[in-house]
């Protein structure tokens, strides 16, 4: 092990599990202290064991990304205990139901919701820890998706979206030397993943990759750790796909 993030911070929200676990795993490795946020607490207290286990040390927070007021809470409180944060992943987000396969008939308090998780709360969570990222002159890395770039539901739409948001926070975080980039994972093996796409549709669209294996949680977590590393610290404002090469990125559908 490198112990690349010894003695730094790094904040995971959505990491009760799934990708935000392999994060928070990744980073625990290369000596990273972890901010685990989610609101599975349950989740997130086998996160921080198996994170101590690799080497880490972490702490949990229950956080909803759809609650404006407990995000502003929240970065108030890690701000004030933490001077420094070197990585602020913000990977947790809606990803399976109505979303994954709604347009039509969703009505506007959902679009609303669909809109304030995976859009605009990274956004905030972001601007409220601020202070802390640009001490340390850290970097954002939002979670895209392949769906982002043929948005055909709900999903692909907010992750479109993200998309945008990334670019222009890395030009406004960029004052504070702050980097913000996105990764666009494509199809995952992730039990979240798994379950949301049926058995033909999983077939077809892993056929559709050059790369003939099923990508995995590690493979989004290394590139995140690599982004978020000296190695990676002149890349920004970027959008950075990760789907072995798949011919067609509309993911779900």
């Known amino acids: ?46 996160s921080m064991t198996l994170v101590e286990g690799v080497g880490g040390s972490a702490s949990t927070h229950r956080l909803d990304m759809a609650d404006e007021a407990q995000i502003q809470a929240f970065g108030a409180e890690i701000v004030a205990k933490h001077e420094r944060l070197d990585v602020l992943i913000n990977n947790a987000g809606l990803h399976a139901g109505e979303i994954a396969r709604g347009f039509f008939g969703l009505g506007q308090a959902k679009w609303q919701h669909f809109f304030a ?29 392949m769906a982002s770039y043929n948005p055909a539901t709900a999903y692909g739409i907010t992750k479109a979206s993200l998309n945008v948001f990334t670019h222009a926070m890395a ?13 666009a994972p494509g199809l995952m093996q992730t039990e979240a993943a798994r379950d949301g796409v049926a058995d033909d549709n999983w077939e077809r669209l892993k056929g559709m990759q050059s790369v003939k294996r099923q990508g995995t949680a590690e493979d989004i977590a290394n590139l995140g750790v690599f982004l978020a590393s000296d190695e990676g ?15 067609m990125r509309g993911f779900r559908i």
């Open 117 to 145: 998780v995976n859009t605009i709360g990274p956004m905030l969570l972001a601007e409220a820890l601020r202070p802390a990222l640009a001490k340390a002159k850290g970097v954002i890395i939002n979670k895209s998706s």
């Open 233 to 247: 610290s002149f890349i920004n404002n970027q959008i950075i796909l990760c789907d072995g090469g798949n011919q």
């Open 1 to 46: 092990m490198t112990q690349r993030f010894a003695g730094k911070t790094v904040l995971v929200t959505g990491s009760a599990g799934g990708l935000g676990r392999a994060y928070a795993l990744a980073f625990g490795r290369e000596g990273a202290h972890l901010i685990l946020a989610d609101i599975n607490e349950a989740g997130l207290d086998e």
């Open 171 to 183: 030009m406004q975080f960029g004052a504070d030397e702050i980097r913000c980039v996105g990764i």
